[in-house]
């Protein structure tokens, strides 16, 4: 069989596991053409996920009394969001993916470029990033831990990002107020402008019902947003607004699911 990437690689073995019931690292290794080490990382991500369980050499199906509902599925509109953004970065860039699930969603897309050098301020994002076979060269802002945010705030944090620049910065945003900017519920805002301040172009990630929304707090003037991404939901309102910004606007197609 032919190498696959990490997400397709992962999707074929809990196909297999739930075809089979048990699988082997050893037989997984010789199916997928790569090593043991990259399949007991696949294992440790799928279990972390709460999809398998471990054993020794191998892995058995999450038993059925354990299987949950609380896990909630990444949209499409976010997957579709996440895909056009990965697309948007080079090979050996150098890249500031900010805490949120828009933005996480980018990770299991990531495995295919080389050389990236990935600064965060986020332990989800970091620990997703870990888990890619081109694991990237890794960057942490350190700093105050924010648990609203689940990140990392701070004058610290914001002393470390002044040491670097980037090519990019991938952000997502509560609301999108179109006379304002980007706008949060959170009102830990100092961090969000430095990280925008050290990129060279701002790509902020959001779904279509976001725009329009609006919340207090603004965290990114138009005038620092280079690039919108967001889905085909869009108004034609919204679209000419956010266009006469001078923003870039990617609005990205989404293929029907049904069950969404």
Known sequence: MSKRNTPQRRHA???????RGEVSVDELSRRFETSEVTIRKDLAALEKNGLLLRRYGG???LPQELIG???????????????AAVGCIREHA??????????????????????LVVMTNSLNVVNALRELEHEPVLLM???????HSESFQGQVAEQVLRSYDFDQLFIGADGIDLERGTTTFNELLGLSRVMADVAR??????????IG???????????SVHTLITDERLSDEARTSI??????????????????
């Open 94 to 115: 150098r890249i500031i993916i900010d805490s949120g699930t828009t933005t996480a969603a980018m990770i299991p897309q990531l495995g295919h470029k080389h050389g």
């Open 201 to 210: 172009e701002v790509i902020v990630l959001a779904e279509a019902d976001k």
């Open 13 to 19: 073995i809990l196909a297999l596991l739930n075809e």
């Open 59 to 61: 892995a058995v199906p």
């Open 141 to 147: 802002t350190g700093g105050t831990w924010d648990p």
């Open 69 to 83: 509902d609380s896990v909630q599925p990444v949209s499409p509109y976010k997957q579709a969001i996440a895909r």
């Open 213 to 223: 929304r609006r919340i207090p707090n603004l965290e990114l003037p138009w005038s």
């Open 243 to 260: 266009l006469a910004r001078g923003v870039k606007l990617i609005c990205v197609a989404v293929e029907p699911h049904p069950e969404t």
